[in-house]
């Protein structure tokens, strides 16, 4: 079972007001510091012609030769892109979301040039509207982009991570309506409302998942989650057919080197 490194995992280094962690730097790290060759990328680290306008601006071509070069160097594979900020593909203001469908539709072609599956949009839906015309609106988005998913054999994936996706029954909804093998569900463990039953939602999404999320958040004296039955959620994921790389994604508030390496170990245990 391949495991893979979500950047996230480490984004306070990403971010550090001295010295932040170059995204060129990153498969280095995550093969010599925690012996993973696959990788997640963060699309708020990409290096843009206008840094300030990541949503409506090209990434630099010179950063993603560079970068191939540089995980070409380190062994590693770079799987997939997890994009933010590039616009609410549910908004009520239709010249807006068509504006978001826009500004994502360059990450396939960084797909195809890092050799990354996939990449994961939000769904937006956070602002005015109903539910129901939230979910019209953002299925609409994303039948467009499993479109050019289908052209460029770059996947298209929904994370449940806020806003529409904050249901999984509103996942399977756009799932089954779009109908695409191009649009597909990166799961993550944890981001449920906190009052829902983790294991019962990620049963729900299971069939379509292309990517996981195995979160973690803090660990007990014996090196499980106290968050989640990793266990059961791996079993949950195996008996749906799942067998892409299992993801670390650590978004605990202590050292980010010991809780990859606490995740790691998890999943591990239970794989094995």
Same mark, same amino acid.
């Given at each position: 079972?391949? *495991?893979?490194?979500?950047?996230?995992? *480490?984004?306070?280094?990403?971010?550090?007001?001295?010295?932040?962690?170059?995204?060129?730097?990153?498969?280095?790290?995550?093969?010599?510091?925690?012996?993973?060759?696959?990788?997640?990328?963060?699309?708020?680290?990409?290096?843009?012609?206008?840094?300030?306008?990541?949503?409506?601006?090209?990434?630099?071509?010179?950063?993603?030769?560079?970068?191939?070069?540089?995980?070409?160097?380190?062994?590693?594979?770079?799987?997939? *892109?997890?994009?933010?900020?590039?616009?609410?593909?549910?908004?009520?203001?239709?010249?807006?979301?068509?504006?978001?469908?826009?500004?994502?539709?360059?990450?396939?072609?960084?797909?195809?040039?890092?050799?990354?599956?996939?990449?994961?949009?939000?769904?937006?839906?956070?602002?005015?509207?109903?539910?129901?015309?939230?979910?019209?609106?953002?299925?609409?988005?994303?039948?467009?982009?499993?479109?050019?998913?289908?052209?460029?054999?770059?996947?298209?994936?929904?994370?449940?991570?806020?806003?529409?996706?904050?249901?999984?029954?509103?996942?399977?909804?756009?799932?089954?309506?779009?109908?695409?093998?191009?649009?597909?569900?990166?799961?993550?463990?944890?981001?449920?409302?906190?009052?829902?039953?983790?294991?019962?939602?990620?049963?729900?999404?299971?069939?379509?998942?292309?990517?996981?999320?195995?979160?973690?958040?803090?660990?007990?004296?014996?090196?499980?989650?106290?968050? *989640?039955?990793?266990?059961?959620?791996?079993?949950?994921?195996?008996?749906?057919?799942?067998?892409?790389?299992?993801?670390?994604?650590?978004?605990?508030?202590?050292?980010?080197?010991?809780?990859?390496?606490?995740?790691?170990?998890?999943?591990?245990?239970?794989?094995?």
């Amino acid at each position: 079972m391949e *495991i893979s490194l979500a950047g996230w995992s *480490i984004h306070r280094r990403f971010r550090a007001e001295e010295n932040p962690l170059s995204m060129l730097d990153y498969p280095k790290v995550a093969a010599e510091e925690f012996g993973i060759h696959t990788v997640e990328l963060n699309s708020p680290f990409f290096e843009y012609e206008d840094q300030e306008n990541q949503a409506g601006s090209k990434v630099k071509e010179s950063h993603l030769d560079e970068l191939i070069k540089r995980a070409d160097d380190a062994g590693v594979r770079m799987l997939n *892109i997890a994009v933010d900020g590039h616009g609410d593909l549910a908004s009520a203001d239709e010249a807006e979301r068509k504006q978001g469908v826009d500004n994502h539709k360059k990450w396939f072609d960084v797909c195809m040039k890092l050799g990354c599956n996939s990449f994961r949009a939000n769904t937006g839906g956070r602002g005015d509207g109903t539910d129901e015309e939230k979910l019209k609106r953002c299925t609409e988005s994303f039948a467009a982009l499993a479109e050019l998913g289908e052209q460029t054999s770059v996947r298209v994936m929904i994370e449940n991570h806020g806003g529409v996706s904050v249901s999984p029954k509103n996942i399977i909804h756009i799932m089954e309506a779009v109908g695409n093998d191009h649009l597909r569900v990166l799961a993550d463990f944890l981001n449920w409302p906190k009052e829902d039953d983790y294991l019962a939602n990620l049963k729900k999404v299971a069939p379509y998942a292309w990517a996981i999320h195995g979160k973690f958040l803090s660990f007990d004296e014996n090196g499980e989650s106290n968050e *989640i039955d990793c266990g059961a959620a791996v079993k949950i994921l195996k008996d749906a057919g799942y067998d892409n790389p299992w993801g670390i994604e650590y978004e605990g508030r202590t050292d980010d080197h010991e809780g990859v390496v606490k995740s790691k170990a998890l999943l591990e245990k239970h794989l094995s």
